[in-house]
Each structure stands twice: as structure tokens, then as C-alpha cells.
């Protein structure tokens, strides 16, 4: 029902301004009030003439080929549309706050094509300044240093007892030290993470944990398990049993990424790309500015601050149109 809704919001919106800007501006009469047909028009509906000059320039926007037929089926067209038109007005459809909100979108679009999108059609970005972008945001293009670790988890639970505790840390030592042993061509922890992990993700893959940026916290383990691996600085390096909250770990560096530059071979056409859309922004928010200088506009920011937030998840309306 939404979709019908808006659909015949959005039909009604386009009839109005099609009629409004396209046909004169011959205010609506009474629905019942017969109209004199003069040799002149193709047809008058509620007061609105339709002109050959008006149905040419129709046939010639359709883009298509017509025949006697195919006229007749524009001109019904054109005819339902008036009619449709003449009742929404005389329903008052004119002042409804759906169909102002259309049209003044459909007014600021049309501004912005006409007056705004003709500059921002022109915008290049030259190599120089592509090179310059590149130079002076490098770290955009700088692929961080990553590393490749595997670990055993030994989970104790929060009511474990001391003895508990010692028992289980013990078994890491143990764990730890035929890590220790394994063979240098093992990967990750072999078969000591299947017999020790209790950590499921990674058990049967040697405890293997995949790669992770250097820089940055990986939320799936406590910081101090992090740290710890990012400590480690030659692969094939095991860290000392690190205890945290939910149990003991034992961590593996299996390989190291260094951090690479691109080069801006490599990504001059998407430099370019960025460049002109900062040159679109520069250029939209001067145009603004500009309108500013001519509009009055006040705005109230400290009457803002007290307007309450919605309740997330919660939508008072229908969705915004996308902002310009």
C-alpha cells in the first residue's frame, strides 16, 4: 500500500508540474463545466487548450516513430493526464504537504542541473596536481605492516579455584614447551593446538589466526594477547604463557608483511578521480556560500542543541531524499 502510495504521489507530482510549467496557467474550473472546442485545438480539458504546437513538441520529445494510431494514442494520453490534473487541483491536492515537498525537490534538482552541475562538468585534474595529491597523501596509498600469528587458548572459567588456576597453567607450560620442540618446518602449532586449544576457530588449523595490521586492536582477542604477538619480531618466535581473564594463551609469529607504498603508476586514475571530487566539493560549498550572500538565512544553533535525538532504530517519517 506504501509503494502505491508514493507511486501515485510521484505520478501526481509529475502531472502537476508537466501541466503547470507545460500548458499555460488557466486556473481549474468545475469538473461539469462543458468546454467550446475551437478549430485551433486538439483539445480543451477544464479550460486547458492543447495546441498542435504543444502535441508537435510532445511527438518530437517522445523520440519514436508515429503514425495516425500512435497520435491518437498520445493524444488520449495528454487528455488523461489534463483530467487527472484538473481533479487533483479541485481536490485540493495543490496545498497537500506530500506534493509541495515533491515539487520544491523537483524545483531544487532542476536548479542545480541548470545553474551548479555545468561547472562541476568541466573539472579535470592534471597530472601535476594527481602527483601532488599523491605526495602529500601518501599514507592513503601506504599499506599498513601485517603480521601472521597462531595461538592455544587454555580457557579457565571464572569460578575456577586457585588450584584450578595452577592446574590449568601448568597445562599451558606443557603446551608451550612441545610447541617449543616442534620441528621448524611445522606450520603454525600443528597438532600441539588440535591436542591443547580450546579456542574452536582456529584449533584445527594449527591455531593458525590469519593476519592482523600492526597498529591496530583486533577485537576477537584482550589486549594483552595482542600485544604480546605484536612483540614478536622473527617468525617462528613463541611468546612466553600470557594470562588474561579468560584463560592462558600461548602465541606464534609465522610471518611478517612490511609495510608498501603504492606507486603512483598504480593508482594515478583513482588520484585523478579524488582530485576533481575535491574540486566538486570546493565548488559546491562556494556556490552555497554564495547563494548565502544573496538569501537571508538564520539559523538557531543554540535551539538545536536542545532538540532530543531519536530513539535509534526508530523512525519518526518516511525517509529523507538523498542529500545534493
Known amino acids: 500500500m506504501r509503494i502505491y502510495k508514493m507511486t501515485t504521489m510521484v505520478a501526481l507530482t509529475v502531472t502537476l508540474i508537466f ?11 468545475k469538473l461539469s463545466e462543458p468546454a467550446v ?3 485551433g485545438y486538439l483539445a480543451v480539458i477544464d ?22 494510431e500512435k497520435k491518437e494514442e498520445l493524444l488520449n494520453s495528454i487528455v488523461r493526464s489534463e483530467l487527472l490534473f484538473a481533479a487533483a487541483r479541485t481536490a485540493g491536492y495543490e496545498n497537500d504537504p506530500e506534493v509541495i515537498e515533491t515539487v520544491k525537490q523537483a524545483m531544487v534538482g532542476k536548479y542545480l542541473r541548470d545553474n551548479l552541475d555545468p561547472k ?16 602529500t597523501n601518501r599514507a592513503e596509498f601506504t599499506t599498513h605492516a601485517m603480521i601472521h600469528a597462531a595461538i592455544i587458548k587454555i580457557a579457565v572459567s571464572p569460578k575456577s579455584t586457585a588450584e584450578k588456576k595452577a592446574e590449568l597453567l601448568k597445562r599451558a607450560e606443557e603446551a608451550r614447551a612441545e610447541a617449543l620442540a616442534l620441528e621448524p618446518g611445522v606450520p603454525a602449532f600443528g597438532s600441539v593446538a588440535i591436542k591443547y586449544s580450546e579456542d574452536q576457530s582456529s584449533r584445527y588449523r594449527g591455531g593458525d589466526i590469519g593476519w592482523l ?8 582477542w ?11 619480531k622473527t617468525p617462528g618466535q613463541i611468546t612466553p604463557v600470557i594470562t588474561t581473564a579468560d584463560g592462558f594463551y600461548i602465541a606464534k609469529l609465522t610471518e611478517t608483511k612490511g609495510a608498501t607504498v603504492k606507486p603512483f603508476a598504480m593508482v594515478k586514475d583513482g588520484v585523478r578521480y579524488q582530485v576533481v571530487q575535491d574540486k566538486k566539493q570546493k ?14 538565512v538564520n539559523v538557531n544553533r543554540g535551539l538545536l542543541e536542545t532538540i532530543d535525538l531519536p530513539v535509534q532504530g526508530k523512525q519518526a517519517g518516511p525517509p529523507a531524499l538523498p542529500a545534493r
Open 120 to 135: 562541476l562538468g568541466q573539472l579535470k585534474a592534471t597530472d601535476q596536481e594527481a602527483e601532488a595529491y599523491y605526495q
Open 283 to 296: 565548488i559546491e560549498h562556494e556556490f552555497i556560500e554564495q547563494l548565502k550572500s544573496r538569501i537571508s
Open 37 to 39: 472546442i475551437d478549430s
Open 19 to 29: 501541466c503547470e510549467n507545460g500548458w499555460g496557467e488557466t486556473k481549474a474550473k
Open 47 to 68: 479550460g486547458k487548450t492543447i495546441t498542435p504546437d504543444i502535441f508537435r513538441a510532445e511527438m518530437a520529445r517522445r523520440r519514436m516513430e508515429f503514425n495516425q
Open 213 to 220: 595490521q600492526v597498529g591496530t586492536v583486533d577485537g576477537r
Open 222 to 232: 584482550d589486549r594483552a594477547v595482542a600485544d604480546a604477538i605484536t612483540a614478536l
